[in-house]
């Protein structure tokens, strides 16, 4: 199960459990780990045991009104359906993205649609928001065990909805599912539903941003964006999304930019982790620069180090999360990650996660 590795299992994850994994078609093993991760979670006997092997250290910090018991989230696309809420609790996560869902229920792309680079340790997706719909999760949601740490749902627009009306289909979910989550993200940047990416623009993406608020409340709601836009793009999304109240921004989405072109880069679709590091860090720094760092961000792309974390928070990040790491490196990377900021606040002199948040903008 490659979510299950902590520091003394780290060899054994890599030397055994990745090369099985390698064998096989990456949506099945990523399926497969979800229910490992679930039962395993599902007994109390079952969440001491993963605590005692994974639980990091607490690096607290408030935002959005919401207490994180640390700054280390887990990205979309890894729990579309909500499957394995307390587990991912338990391994450690400060919080959790589940999702991304639509207003409609469709089956996404043909498959195969989910490929490995161990070479550029990088994932390619054209999943297409394969996904059950609000309907279904809303039902899922009200059901389930609320987790301890914040729950954000990345909301999506149904490939059968037009550009025109897709306004209407982020509010549907929104309303549906809002009452069992804790915060929304708008995706507006996925690359895989065909022009989706048209909706970063001012004026349809506060059409969407309008009509959600409307039943959003006073949970946050962000924007989670592209790091394939130009920096003049990027500003205007920032100055649309603050204008409109919106509680802060995703940088970045997966991209369709690659390191090279053989092998498995040769797959369309979007690309996450290590290539996309140095990309997603410039958008950071660039809406954080822009903002003078007075809205928040939620950093991601390209974290697998306590250092590549920390990179992001002081350029302007105030929160990070990871989805390939946890392929490539296992669930001991979240202990792994979360601890190493602990030592570096200290290091650094700092009391809270806060001060640190960009340092490398105020030298």
């Avoid at 199960?1 to 949506?27: K, Q």
């Avoid at 928040?296 to 990179?311: F, K, L, M, N």
């Avoid at 990070?320 to 946890?326: F, G, H, L, N």
């Amino acid at each position: 199960m490659p979510f299950i590795a902590n520091n003394t299992m780290g060899l054994g994850y890599s030397l055994v459990a990745r090369p099985l994994l390698a064998l096989m078609d990456s949506e099945k093993a990523h399926s497969r780990a979800l229910i490992g991760l679930r039962l395993s979670s599902a007994t109390m006997f079952g969440r001491m045991f993963l605590r005692l092997l994974y639980k990091p250290k607490n690096v607290e910090s408030n935002l959005f009104s919401l207490n994180f018991p640390n700054p280390l989230g887990l990205a979309a696309g890894m729990d579309k359906k909500a499957e394995a809420m307390t587990g991912w609790e338990t391994l450690g996560f400060g919080f959790i993205e589940i999702g991304g869902i639509t207003q409609h229920e469709q089956s996404g792309n043909p498959k195969p649609r989910m490929f490995r680079s161990s070479k550029h340790k990088a994932l390619i997706n054209r999943m297409g928001f394969n996904n059950p719909g609000s309907e279904k999760m809303a039902n899922t949601l009200s059901e389930a065990k609320k987790p301890g740490v914040p729950v954000l749902l990345n909301v999506g627009k149904s490939k059968v909805t037009e550009l025109s009306d897709a306004h209407f289909d982020y509010a549907k979910t929104v309303e549906r599912c809002g009452p069992f989550v804790d915060g929304f993200v708008i995706n507006v940047s996925s690359p895989n539903t065909p022009n989706l990416r048209e909706l970063q623009k001012d004026e349809d993406l506060s059409r969407i941003i309008i009509e959600v608020q409307k039943y959003s409340g006073e949970k946050p709601v962000l924007i989670k964006l592209a790091p394939d836009l130009s920096d003049m793009q990027i500003k205007s999304i920032v100055d649309t999304a603050m204008g409109l109240g919106c509680a802060g921004i995703v940088a970045t989405n997966t991209t369709v930019e690659r390191p090279d072109e053989d092998g498995v880069m040769k797959q369309n679709g979007g690309l996450s982790g290590l290539p996309l590091r140095n990309r997603s860090t410039e958008v950071i720094r660039l809406i954080a620069d822009h903002t003078d760092g007075q809205w928040p961000i939620i950093g991601v792309g390209g974290i697998s180090s306590s250092d590549d974390a920390w990179e992001k928070i002081i350029n302007g990040a105030s929160l990070v999360q990871i989805y390939s790491a946890m392929v490539f490196e296992g669930a001991g990377v979240i202990k792994k990650i979360v601890n190493g900021l602990d030592r570096k606040l200290k290091q650094a002199g700092l009391d809270s996660l806060d001060q640190a948040v960009g340092l490398a903008r105020r030298k």
